[in-house]
């Protein structure tokens, strides 16, 4: 296995956005199109744009390497494993079925609630859930990053998502809420047949393997005697092996997802509890509540529990000092969260706090890979963003038909998703412009399906594509690899969203 191969892939992607730079011209809109000529990036800036990416984009890699530096602690607990080896006994059997229901509840999570990003904290157990369960990395990318980009594909109440959409286009959260829901359920269905014919393709090719390997191995056993032998069949018997959470190659001990073994019998309720809490302030924290429903509830609780007193004394707005109310939380307030109920789980199952430190180093650094990804394709935002050449090739685009076209709109929407990996940069990029070209305000709706579905669809396969590439990176898989595993999904979900936007336009 190559070394590195996520790396390069960013890293090549960030050499070619600089090298545009120097070929296109640089343009902005801002109430009219306006040139500004070529804004060349020089060789400092490649040094100094990634500290610009930390300061403005730095708290994801935070999180990130907090995720990690928590399961690192996880790993110390034999809790943990114990509780994998038990779901994976009770899924035996039904492995396929709870790889479609957690795809099914990924999208779900991610459509409704916006939690991309957020879900993060889950996806090391989830991989290595699916591992145990005796699939290889593969399927644990396709099931994680596919399903959340469906999710993304077919977003209906994500605020964080697509709430720019309607600020730039004045649309509603409910108009075409049906085209958005079928393409959820389109996306979904198309996500886990190719999954189940990845998986069903791997165990043919496994079978095949075995069968071979069991075949040479009767041969060299009855070479002996080949005459008393010779009229008989031999069944290729597959020996069942242990099960090893691993995402590389056999012997390749750096790919190894490091997950603690049980040893023992572990009360695994608590550890259940607080991760299922975990997910319940996520869900909580991250719904849009007066953004997409209009609701303050949430920022009254939070308001009237800050400014309770106790004798004069507001004793929670102290202690829990400056807090966001749910609907309104970034990613830094998680990390508190999961900061506390590391040091919750450690105390509830003995782990000194040397075995903490320890464990949330070695998780840290496991995690530093795709933070360092992070950091790398939010550098090639800010190159998007300083050296705006993108804008002359939406003109070009298009202005290749009059008014609202589907079809350019989409591949415009699809490059702007490309060259802005963050969802908000990708929209105001192009957005702007195409709605000044766009009067008829009928069309706005459309507009807004094509391009949350256009971004989805875009960040399965780029290389600015902060998840995908952080799973990839995790998962060490080579980027070639995925986009074998992954383009034919591509090329049916651009068959499936064309045929939608067409019955849109014409209704």
């Not at 702007?432 to 706005?444: G, H, I, K, Q």
């Amino acid at each position: 296995m190559k070394k590195h191969n996520i790396f390069k892939v960013v890293l090549v992607t960030l050499l070619v956005f600089m090298l545009l730079t120097w070929i296109l011209p640089a343009a902005y809109y801002s109430g009219s199109y306006v040139d500004q000529g070529r804004v060349q990036m020089g060789l400092f800036d490649l040094f100094n744009y990634p500290v610009t990416a930390i300061s403005y984009f730095g708290y994801i890699a935070v999180f990130v390497l907090v995720v990690g530096g928590f399961y690192g602690v996880l790993n110390k607990i034999g809790a943990y494993r114990a509780m994998l080896d038990k779901l994976r006994a009770a899924f035996k059997g039904k492995e396929v079925v709870v790889l479609s229901i957690m795809m099914v509840f990924i999208a779900l999570l991610t459509s409704i609630c916006g939690l991309q990003l957020g879900l993060i904290i889950f996806y090391p157990m989830l991989v290595s859930l699916i591992l145990l369960m005796g699939f290889d990395k593969i399927v644990a990318a396709l099931t994680i990053v596919g399903s959340t980009m469906i999710g993304m594909l077919g977003t209906t109440f994500g605020y964080n998502n697509t709430g720019i959409l309607y600020s730039i286009l004045g649309n509603k959260f409910t108009d075409a809420m049906l085209p958005k829901c079928i393409l959820l359920f389109l996306g979904l269905v198309l996500l886990i047949v190719n999954n189940i014919l990845y998986i069903s393709k791997c165990e043919k090719r496994d079978a095949k393997t075995n069968a071979k390997k069991a075949t040479t191995k009767e041969k060299k056993k009855s070479s002996k005697n080949v005459k008393s032998n010779s009229s008989k069949t031999t069944k290729a018997a597959v020996k069942e092996e242990k099960v090893i959470v691993s995402t590389g190659e056999q012997g390749d001990e750096d790919s190894y997802i490091p997950v603690a073994v049980a040893g023992k019998k572990h009360v695994i309720w608590p550890l259940g509890v607080i991760l299922f809490f975990i997910l319940i302030i996520l869900v909580l924290a991250f719904i849009s509540w007066s953004g997409a429903f209009g609701l303050t509830a949430m920022e009254d609780a939070t308001t009237a529990v800050v400014g309770f007193e106790v004798f004069g004394f507001t004793l929670f707005g102290k202690l829990l000092g400056t807090i966001n109310a749910f609907g309104t939380w970034t990613l830094i307030d998680l990390v508190t969260v999961l900061m506390v109920f590391m040091f919750i789980l450690a105390l509830i199952y003995k782990v000194k706090f040397d075995e903490i430190i320890e464990g949330f180093v070695n998780g840290a650094k496991r995690a530093l890979g795709p933070a360092v990804i992070t950091i790398m394709i939010y550098t090639i935002l800010v190159i998007t963003t300083y050296h705006p050449f993108q804008l002359v090739i939406y003109k070009a685009i298009l202005g290749i038909t009059d008014g609202f076209n589907v079809f350019t709109t989409f591949i415009v929407a699809i490059l702007s998703a490309l060259f802005n990996g963050d969802v908000a940069y990708a929209i105001q990029s192009s957005l702007p412009y195409l709605a000044s070209l766009v009067t008829n305000a009928d069309n706005y709706p459309v507009i807004s399906v094509v391009y949350q579905a256009a971004y989805g669809l875009t960040m399965l396969v780029a290389p600015t594509s902060l998840i995908l590439m952080g799973m990839l990176s995790y998962l060490k898989i080579p980027y070639s690899k995925w986009f074998k595993a992954i383009w034919k999904l591509v090329l049916e979900l651009i068959v499936v969203l064309l045929v939608v936007f067409t019955i849109l336009i014409l209704i």
